[in-house]
């Protein structure tokens, strides 16, 4: 079966600290992950995707095909990071349709 | 330029009325997306076209909901005989090109919010 799990529904941590949102991930072949936000009162919205191996915002996420994990990091929070955050896959082979975790939400505090 | 919309943004109706939702994509946009959210969840694939034609309907839950696309730009998400079960958000999305080897970026519409009564 096709599925991610995102464990924490909340993460709440002090601006300045790291942050680490897990994602993991049940599939048979090789799929594409993505992180998706969703910032207060806004559209939800692509963050990063594993093939293009960039950083964006300051957040990194490295596939681990052994782990079946892509979990989310950042070395160091800021307010304005507070947000939903969802990890997805999209199977292999051109199959459009994104399988969505549950979400976390990461609260910055000042 | 305009992102997605949806219309309405707030729809309450009665158990066993029809709903009609609507989808504007990105002009140009060749692929569009539905996707149903239950609070406390994150979005469940309902259904996805390519131009009119409808790719995938295999998270459809049952016959009471289909969708269309005509003309390959708005699409209409309907529901018949809604139930209390329904109530969501109802998230839809496009993104510019046929489904490919690689998965193309899914741009998202600020969702319609069903409570069914």
């Known amino acids: 079966a096709q599925r991610v799990t995102q464990p924490e529904k909340l993460l709440s941590v002090f601006k300045g600290a790291p942050v680490e949102l897990k994602c993991n991930y049940s599939?048979?072949?090789?799929?594409?992950l993505f992180w998706y936000v969703q910032y207060s009162r806004q559209r939800l919205q692509l963050l990063l995707r594993h093939i293009s191996r960039e950083s964006i915002k300051g957040f990194t996420a490295d596939l681990n095909k052994g782990e079946t994990s892509f979990h989310l990091k950042k070395p160091f929070a800021q307010e304005e990071d507070s947000a939903m955050y969802y990890c997805?896959?999209?199977?292999?082979?051109?199959?459009?349709?994104?399988?969505f975790g549950a979400g976390t939400r990461l609260a910055v505090h000042p | 330029g305009a992102g997605v919309s949806q219309s309405p943004r707030y729809k309450v109706t009665k158990r066993g009325q029809d709903v009609a939702l609507r989808c504007d994509p990105i002009?140009?946009?060749?692929?569009l997306y539905w996707y149903r959210q239950a609070l406390g969840q994150g979005p469940e694939f309902l259904t996805y076209?390519?131009?009119?034609?409808?790719?995938?309907k295999s998270g459809l839950p049952n016959d009471r909901f289909s969708a269309e696309r005509p003309e390959g730009s708005i699409s209409t998400l309907t529901i018949q005989r809604t139930e209390q079960r329904d109530s969501a958000m109802y998230r839809c999305?496009?993104?510019?090109?046929?489904?490919?080897?690689?998965?193309?970026?899914?741009?998202f519409g600020p969702g319609t919010r069903l409570t069914v009564l």
């Open positions: 997805a896959l999209s199977p292999q082979g051109g199959y459009n349709k994104l399988i």
């Open positions: 999305a496009s993104s510019p090109r046929v489904a490919g080897e690689i998965q193309d970026t899914q741009y």
């Open positions: 599939y048979s072949g090789s799929p594409e």
């Open positions: 002009s140009g946009h060749v692929s």
């Open positions: 076209f390519n131009y009119e034609a409808q790719q995938d």
